[in-house]
């Protein structure tokens, strides 16, 4: 794409840097970590920035320290699965290395956690490294419930790297968290709570390529000049890039990255025609879609569109209609009995609730006291929304977690499905009629609030994302805090949650006076 190949301030990468950062890297030679592993296997640049320039990352996605909190807990709970294991607690690394020979020479070591590996540059430390007659069994704890991709090659990298130090590693595998147990109260029972599956059939054909790509990687970091590298397909695959915002300043005010449901196949097309603004974009682009093509004319226009079909759905909608939220916590080790892990648990709703002669009312629930908030929660939305013609959401959530409570509370099963034959999504009507340069191909609330009625988001809240309600509300039910500072939590999650559907209150006003709202013929909405 024709701005990628300039060598601005800021799209040049690592020879753009400034001189500390040059000195930097000239100074210190990183070494080679399971993460710039990964991150070099996605882009050679993002691998340099990664180590020399951290501080150009865009900003952490919302709940970044929530999932990594979460992360560490599941690890250190897996540890109690072996209970005659030994830490290597050690931070420094040389002390780590030390410690980690000393437990592998003693014949009485069964298990260690957190053993330190170093070859040739290149660093590792196991999650649990477990002695069997055939050699030592490599063990990685992920806090999820499925192998993903990148897993086998999470461990093909470990693997390498402590056969090469001269560890013999017979077996590797994952120990994930069972979506199947259900906690039962009391004391978790971890032989259920954790299923391993054993991936070295699929990690030992992947070695030869990780110890190649060890040497690349090595030279990457050792040269002095950074590696020129083109913004492609490898910005948004196998996800976004960290450096995305970085290596994309400069460009042109409508990038085609911003195309939402871009494809790889499309990005590589457009790169090939020299295209890098979706103003350009040609009608003839491979699998271009009626949204994508939305995009195009919002870009053109540089504004809104909103296609005449969508005020009549919107008006269609009968009252009265009660616009609700739900905030939920998802542990990934269940606290409650009768829960799985990543189970979503409800613990707050709003609902402004507009009548048929336009008049709103907003009424509101909050959970803020220990034990299990579901059938608090169910009981009181049932009576709020006893009368609702129309239950108005914004995505399929609510409903998943209406389904949801149906199964674990039998007694209100029937009235929480009826609930469920009445909602209205917005998302699906927004993204089927409307598009903004501002959504960045993105149909999140967060975004598409800020688009469609400026003056109204979230910045001047102090809770901004579920994850941080979620954290906020652990804080909320913990008996050490004090009455003040729990009044103050209450205070900001109630603002938050009724904020959301303040959302869906105003979405109905804009759009069904949007410009381009025209007299077709009313269709009424999906409801159910």
Not at 353 to 361: P, R
Not at 421 to 439: M, T
Not at 465 to 470: E, V
Request: glycine share 8%; net charge neutral.
């Amino acid at each position: 794409m024709p701005h990628c190949g300039r060598r601005s301030a800021r799209a040049g990468a690592v020879g753009a840097l400034d001189a500390a950062a040059r000195a930097r890297h000239a100074a210190t030679l990183v070494a080679l970590s399971k993460r710039l592993f990964l991150a070099g296997l996605q882009c050679a640049k993002r691998l340099r920035l990664e180590s020399v320039a951290p501080e150009l990352r865009d900003p952490d996605p919302a709940g970044g320290d929530a999932l990594r909190e979460a992360g560490i807990a599941v690890g250190r709970l897996a540890r109690e699965r072996f209970p005659r294991g030994r830490l290597i607690a050690n931070e420094e690394w040389e002390a780590a290395l030390a410690a980690t020979r000393a437990a592998l020479a003693d014949d009485a070591t069964e298990a260690l956690f957190e053993a330190a590996f170093e070859h040739g540059g290149a660093r590792t430390r196991a999650d649990v490294l477990v002695r069997t007659a055939a050699g030592w069994a490599l063990v990685e704890v992920k806090a999820a419930l499925r192998v993903r991709d990148r897993h086998a090659t999470d461990l093909a990298y470990q693997v390498a790297i402590m056969r090469a130090a001269g560890l013999p590693v017979a077996r590797a595998g994952l120990l994930l968290l069972d979506g199947d147990y259900v906690h039962a109260g009391g004391a978790l029972d971890l032989g259920r709570l954790f299923t391993h599956v054993d991936l070295t059939g699929e990690v030992e054909p992947l070695l030869a390529s990780v110890q190649a790509r060890l040497g690349e990687m090595q030279a990457v970091l050792a040269a002095a000049e950074p590696p020129a590298v083109t913004i492609g397909a490898q910005c948004l695959v196998p996800s976004r890039c960290p450096f995305f915002g970085h290596c994309h300043a400069g460009g042109p005010p409508y990038p085609v990255t911003d195309l939402p449901r871009l494809t790889g196949a499309q990005l590589a097309e457009l790169g090939r025609r020299g295209i890098d603004d979706i103003r350009a974009v040609p009608l003839d682009l491979v699998g271009l879609t009626p949204l994508q093509e939305r995009a195009r004319r919002a870009a053109r226009r540089g504004g809104a569109i909103c296609e005449p079909a969508l005020a009549a759905q919107l008006a269609a909608i009968p009252r009265p209609a009660h616009c609700i939220d739900f905030e939920t916590i998802a542990p990934a080790v269940p606290v409650y009995p009768g829960t799985r892990p990543f189970e979503q648990v409800p613990f707050q709703w709003s609902d402004h609730v507009l009548a048929a002669d336009g008049a709103l009312e907003h009424r509101a629930f909050l959970h803020d006291a220990a034990g299990d908030p579901r059938r608090a929660f169910a009981e009181s939305l049932l009576a709020a929304t006893a009368d609702a013609a129309a239950i108005v959401v914004y995505s399929g959530f609510e409903g998943e977690v209406l389904r949801a409570l149906a199964a674990a509370l039998p007694d209100l099963a029937a009235a929480l499905l009826a609930r469920c034959n009445r909602i209205v999504d917005l998302l699906p009507l927004v993204r089927d009629h409307c598009y903004h340069p501002d959504l960045r191909g993105s149909f999140s609330i967060k975004r598409v609030l800020p688009a469609f009625v400026p003056g109204l988001g979230y910045d001047d809240l102090a809770i901004r994302d579920g994850l941080a309600a979620a954290r906020a509300h652990a804080a909320l039910v913990d008996p050490e805090l004090d009455a003040a500072q729990r009044e103050e939590v209450r205070a900001q999650l109630l603002a938050y949650c009724a904020r959301d559907t303040m959302a869906l209150v105003e979405l109905l006003r804009v759009l069904a006076a949007a410009p381009d709202a025209g007299a077709d013929p009313p269709r009424p909405p999906r409801i159910g």
